[in-house]
């Protein structure tokens, strides 16, 4: 897959889920996308192949903010699944949620948790 078909996956990700950035979220009560990888789910004639691209949905909150935060990343990774995605060059995209909000990182004020949604769709090589 070109660069250019993962920049797009990423915007589409980003705004079919109201996230704020692409990247690592960036501060308390803010939301990021991030791709983690893809793979060929099946190949076919003529080079067509359906792939599955996984991003990493991030949030940011404090200790007293687990809940809402969890709510917040649970409700995205809803959006995503249940969104209508129209990205040149990846045909018949839809999305599945892969892995639901879990803690990755803390310190005394800060709780980052992670999901993780795949989009799944066919390229033409």
């Known amino acids: 897959m070109q660069g250019d078909v993962y920049k797009a996956l990423a915007e589409a990700v980003r705004t079919a889920g109201g996230i704020d950035i692409i990247g690592v979220c960036d501060g308390i ?6 791709f983690s990888g893809a793979q060929v789910l099946q190949r076919y004639v003529r080079g067509r192949k359906k792939v599955g691209v996984t991003f990493n949905i991030t949030g940011a909150s404090d200790t007293n903010g687990q809940a809402a935060l969890v709510q917040n990343l649970s409700d995205i990774c809803e959006n ?46």
């Open 29 to 34: 009560g803010r939301t990021g996308v991030l």
């Open 80 to 125: 995503l699944r249940t969104a209508e995605y129209s990205i040149t060059g990846f045909d018949n995209a839809g999305a599945e949620i892969t892995s639901y909000p879990a803690p990755i990182q803390h310190d005394d004020k800060t709780w980052i948790y992670s999901a993780r949604v795949q989009l799944n769709g066919y390229i033409q090589e």
